[in-house]
């Protein structure tokens, strides 16, 4: 594993906050994993089902470009004992202002022993985490490999090896690391308005670059 991230440095970050930014919230929704929004409510927090899109800021830390977030969310009650895993769906792609294009970049994945990095075309597989009943809230650590200031885009599909469950539709994280102001919200935008309805997106999106000429609504 990388350095450890102390709970004194995350405190020192909390603070960065824009829409988008929290949990991926997990329930199951006619037998199959549907994420959403985390709220917090009277009895504590809960699913909002219905997003897809996720932001979070990057930061320096011991030369490491590094986040734990987002999490992952899930109430008591929504897992059996299984395990969640996660694949890439698609290499990562940078923000070039107009659109996503296909980057040099990597991400890698840490939680305790467990490692996985992003594919350089095509799709990859991750790996899985010990999950059950009684709810939880787990951080991946994100690694930016070879960074450079910007804004980029991991798509993730999660799945459970319960067969009785079946995987979410893709999972877009969208991690700013230093990018020009207004440059993550205008990122954010595009994935909901345009990757998201576009018909065989991940596909389009694996060749690099073909994302750029479609203007964002």
Do not use: C, K
């Amino acid at each position: 594993m990388r350095n450890t991230i102390t709970a004194f440095t995350m405190l020192a970050v909390a603070g960065t906050a824009m829409a988008h930014e929290g949990d991926v919230g997990l329930a199951i929704i006619d037998g199959r994993i549907v994420t959403g929004i985390v709220e917090d409510g009277p009895g504590g927090e809960f699913v909002v089902p219905g997003e897809r899109v996720f932001a979070a800021e990057m930061f320096d830390f011991a030369g490491d470009i590094y986040a734990d977030e987002p999490g992952l969310f899930a109430e008591p009650g929504t897992f059996p004992d299984s395990d969640l895993g996660f694949n890439f769906a698609s290499p990562v792609q940078r923000w070039n202002g107009a659109g996503f294009e296909r980057a040099a970049q990597t991400y890698t994945l840490e939680f305790g022993p467990l490692s996985a990095s992003s594919p350089a075309a095509g799709s990859a597989p991750g790996f899985g985490i010990s999950v059950g009943p009684a709810g939880f809230d787990e951080h991946y650590d994100f690694f930016l490999n070879d960074p450079e200031p910007g804004v980029y885009l991991l798509a993730i599909d999660l799945f459970s090896n319960d067969s009785s469950i079946g995987a979410a539709d893709t999972t877009y994280l969208v991690f700013d690391w230093e990018a020009a102001p207004g440059e993550h919200d205008a990122a954010i935008e595009y994935v909901e308005d345009v990757i998201i309805p576009a018909p065989a997106s991940l596909a389009i999106l694996g060749l690099g670059g073909a994302f750029a000429a479609r203007r964002r609504r």
